[in-house]
């Protein structure tokens, strides 16, 4: 399948607010620059059970994918980041099997969320980072993402 073109960053931002979908390939495209993305359908499923969850629809969500499938891109630094980005109240723990990975997956977010075409996106949330370690990012508003291992301390932070 083709992939299809996007539409001019003005429009494709005014869209990224609303659809996930969008937000991930304007993400996707800035994480891998030479990399070409196709919006295969199992991307435009787990995009759209993922703004189920974030629109109240559905309370559980697990996705099976095989590797190098976006699962992790998808959930672990898209996700939270449009989350923030539309409610920068939203507390997100994500935990992934190690530490070096949770530590890989936190950088991805935290340049997501530092750079100028987010900020054009999502300018509420953009200038209302307070925190910003390897770990923690929080917002004015009381909402972070806060990266952990599955084994990993989470005790008193509620999410």
């Known amino acids: 399948m083709k992939p299809l073109p996007l539409p001019s960053m ?4 005014v869209l990224a607010r ?5 937000f991930v390939e304007l993400v996707f495209r800035y994480l891998n620059p030479t990399t070409p993305f196709s919006r295969a359908w199992y991307i435009e499923a787990m995009a759209s ?3 189920d969850v974030a629109d109240g629809f559905e309370r559980r969500l697990q996705i099976t994918v095989p590797p190098r499938h976006l699962k992790s891109i998808m959930v672990s630094v898209a996700y939270p980041a449009w ?3 539309r409610k920068p109240e939203t507390r997100i723990i994500c935990a992934s099997y190690g530490q070096d990975f949770a530590a890989i997956l936190s950088r991805s977010f935290r340049k997501i969320i530092q750079s100028d075409w987010y900020a054009q996106i999502f300018p509420e949330t953009a200038s209302s ?6 770990v923690d990012v929080g917002t004015r508003q009381g909402g972070y993402r806060f990266a952990t291992t599955v084994g990993g301390t989470v005790t008193g932070i509620g999410a």
């Open 10 to 13: 003005d429009i494709a931002h």
């Open 18 to 22: 609303t659809e996930f979908v969008v």
């Open 49 to 51: 059970a993922l703004m």
């Open 83 to 85: 989350l923030l980005g």
């Open 129 to 134: 980072i307070i925190r910003d370690t390897e």
